[in-house]
């Protein structure tokens, strides 16, 4: 069973610019969710993708998009990047339709200067 | 006021002591989901639970859902226990919220 991974595990990008995230899914899962967690903060919730359709939108601006495939890889797009975007951004898959328990992957961590 | 909060926020302990982290929610729940976090960032899934007692190891976590609150314990702890331990209320089938996190730390 391959777990959840994220790619890159760093990134340095300048305020202004556009950034993609990319995350794959843990081998079965068909559901994944965006996290963005500042530094000494909980996770908040991005939004959540199920059969390539938005499942569900936390309180985050539309600058911040998704997508996923028919594989359930998914991608996070942040547009116009603000100093404010600076996190470790986490994405979690899980099966939709059985215990809905998330897994997590080990972030990338994101810094815009 | 968070919808899930933790106490405390910081713990220090020393190795073989009995700790215990709280979670309280005010919104409802369809499970609750314990987690730990290392330095870097990397979370590792504990325990899901939507009632009663759940036990891994040295692990265990309880909920009461008409008090909603949940605690997790560590028995005998030993500095590899020392992360941050989240607890996350799943609310409906999608959306996780987050407690700030307990930071904990064991020393030899």
């Known amino acids: 069973e391959t777990g959840v991974t994220q790619s890159p595990t760093h990134l340095i990008k300048t305020r202004g610019q556009q950034v993609t995230l990319r995350c794959s899914s843990q081998?079965?899962?068909?559901?994944v969710s965006w996290y963005q967690q500042a530094l000494g903060q909980g996770p908040q919730f991005i939004f959540q993708?199920?059969?390539?359709?938005?499942?569900g939108r936390g309180n985050f601006p539309p600058r911040f998009s998704g997508l996923q495939f028919p594989n359930y890889s998914s991608e996070l797009n942040v547009n116009a990047l603000e100093l404010d975007d600076s996190a470790l951004y986490l994405c979690?898959?899980?099966?939709?339709?059985?215990?809905?328990?998330?897994?997590f992957g080990p972030g990338t961590r994101l810094t815009v200067t | 006021k968070n919808e899930v909060e933790q106490s405390p926020q910081n713990l220090t302990a020393q190795e073989g002591e009995f700790i215990t982290i709280n979670c309280s929610y005010s919104?409802?729940?369809?499970?609750l989901h314990w987690l730990q976090q290392h330095p870097g960032g990397g979370i590792v899934s504990l325990f899901m639970?939507?009632?009663g007692k759940k036990k891994h190891g040295r692990l265990i976590a309880t909920i009461n859902i008409q008090e909603k609150h949940s605690s997790l314990h560590i028995t005998a702890s030993h500095p590899r226990d020392s992360a941050v331990y989240i607890c996350?209320?799943?609310?409906?089938?999608?959306?996780?919220?987050f407690g700030t996190g307990t930071r904990l730390k064991v020393l030899a």
């Open positions: 919104v409802g729940i369809s499970a």
């Open positions: 993708y199920y059969r390539e359709e938005e499942n």
């Open positions: 081998s079965g899962h068909n559901t």
């Open positions: 639970l939507s009632s």
């Open positions: 996350a209320a799943l609310s409906g089938t999608y959306k996780y919220i």
């Open positions: 979690a898959s899980s099966l939709q339709g059985g215990t809905y328990e998330q897994y």
